[in-house]
């Protein structure tokens, strides 16, 4: 646009009612909620530079259209690291213990909290999940131990693992075994 009053008019009559919904869908694709007016003043001006009144079909698709560019322009550059900055990187004294209480305070908590799931596993499920994954025992040495075949040593693994995932996961932990089929549910399937 080469008038500025005609760019003016433009802009306050067709650019500026939009502006709800171009806010809106800048925050919808905008990771930080900090760089929407950022965002969104960018777009402005890109319109405005960019736009000739008598081109223009659709006012609305030219904004979003500049509005998803901005976007992914930001993106791409959120990805590149400039060499400067790793060479900065290199130069920044790290303290390596730091957080090491941290650390080793949560892995305590996880700990307690996995010695609480296990607990609550039926006696024979425990009994494989301590044998084989803290004592380290093969499926073989640990159906020798236990005298049961490999099989009910993978079916009680796999049982008590999913049961202690879902207890450290803020589940109850339970054993949810699947409900064998009826004769009748299998014969309807030949």
């Known amino acids: 646009?080469?008038?500025?009053?005609?760019t003016k008019r433009w802009f306050t009559q067709e650019v500026l009612p939009l502006e709800r919904d171009l806010v809106r869908f800048i925050a919808r694709h905008c990771r930080d909620g900090a760089d929407i007016a950022d965002v969104?003043?960018?777009?402005?001006?890109?319109a405005l530079t960019?736009?000739?009144?008598d081109a223009l079909r659709s006012t609305r698709a030219y904004l979003?259209?500049?509005?998803?560019?901005v976007l992914i322009d930001r993106a791409r550059r959120a990805k590149i690291v400039s060499f400067e900055q790793i060479a900065d990187i290199?130069?920044?004294?790290?303290?390596?213990?730091?957080?090491?209480?941290?650390r080793h305070m949560t892995a305590r908590d996880e700990l307690r909290r996995a010695m609480l799931g296990l607990e609550q596993l039926p006696p024979r499920c425990r009994e494989v999940v301590r044998l084989r994954k803290v004592e380290g025992l093969s499926i073989r040495e640990t159906a020798d131990r236990?005298?049961?075949?490999?099989?009910?040593?993978?079916?009680?693994?796999?049982?008590?693992?999913?049961?202690?995932?879902n207890f450290?996961?803020?589940?109850e932990g339970r054993i949810s075994r699947p409900r064998a089929r009826s004769t009748a549910a299998r014969e309807a399937e030949r």
Request: charged share 25%; hydrophobic share 40%.
């Open 40 to 46: 969104r003043q960018e777009v402005y001006e890109r």
């Open 90 to 102: 290199d130069t920044v004294d790290w303290d390596h213990d730091a957080f090491a209480q941290d």
């Open 50 to 53: 960019g736009a000739r009144a």
């Open 1 to 6: 646009m080469t008038d500025d009053a005609a």
């Open 146 to 165: 236990m005298g049961v075949s490999h099989h009910t040593i993978e079916r009680q693994l796999t049982l008590g693992l999913r049961a202690l995932a």
């Open 64 to 69: 979003f259209t500049i509005a998803r560019h």
């Open 168 to 171: 450290m996961l803020g589940g």
